[in-house]
């Protein structure tokens, strides 16, 4: 049988990974200023094969309106030039031969808004996912209850998951603040 600080272990890991992948599609979300995670879902035709851009150049950033994407084999600009164009992120590659150049343009108000409400549905998203493992949570230790766990120590660690999902809770909509702040940022 688990004990109550095993479940709880258990809880904080699964909140841990809930509020890792809320950073990554937040990551997705652009603020303004180019980072390589932007093209992390370009997919190229390597040799017939969909192959992700990271896989086959480098995506680098000299500064902050330019991605620059570096192909390990030149015979790739194209695809990945038509790649880039495909995948309707709204770039303008430029090729120049051995490299391909993006420049990342500025947001623009209505567009900076459009960005805040992803965040926020992302956000939304997240905080299902912690209400969804808050109720497996308190399902366990109701089973653990009629296995043997007595009445005070489930009420106490059900006390502990509320805890625990309130902290994560804040620290999801402390996430979402600071992208507001950074999309919003001009």
Do not use: C
């Not at 995948?87 to 500025?106: C, H, K, T, Y």
């Not at 992302?122 to 089973?143: A, H, Q, T, Y």
């Amino acid at each position: 049988m688990e004990t109550a600080n095993e479940v709880i272990q258990q809880l904080k890991e699964q909140l841990e990974k809930n509020l890792t992948h809320t950073h990554h599609e937040f990551s997705r979300i652009r603020a303004g200023k180019a980072t390589p995670n932007m093209l992390d879902g370009v997919m190229v035709e390597y040799y017939g094969t969909p192959t992700p851009l990271s896989q086959v150049a480098n995506v680098g950033t000299p500064d902050a309106r330019t991605l620059a994407i570096q192909p390990w084999d030149k015979s790739l600009i194209r695809p990945i030039e038509t790649a880039i164009i495909n995948s309707n992120l709204g770039f303008a590659p430029q090729n120049d031969g051995e490299m391909i150049r993006i420049n990342v343009p500025a947001l623009t108000e209505d567009r900076r808004k459009d960005l805040v409400k992803m965040a926020k549905a992302e956000s939304e998203n997240s905080k299902v996912g912690i209400r969804n493992i808050r109720k497996d949570f308190m399902e366990k230790v109701k089973s653990l209850q009629k296995d043997g766990l007595s009445e005070d120590e489930a009420r106490g660690t059900e006390e502990e998951i509320q805890k625990v999902v309130d902290t994560y809770t804040k620290k999801t909509e402390e996430v979402l603040a600071a992208k507001e702040k950074e999309i919003m940022t001009v």
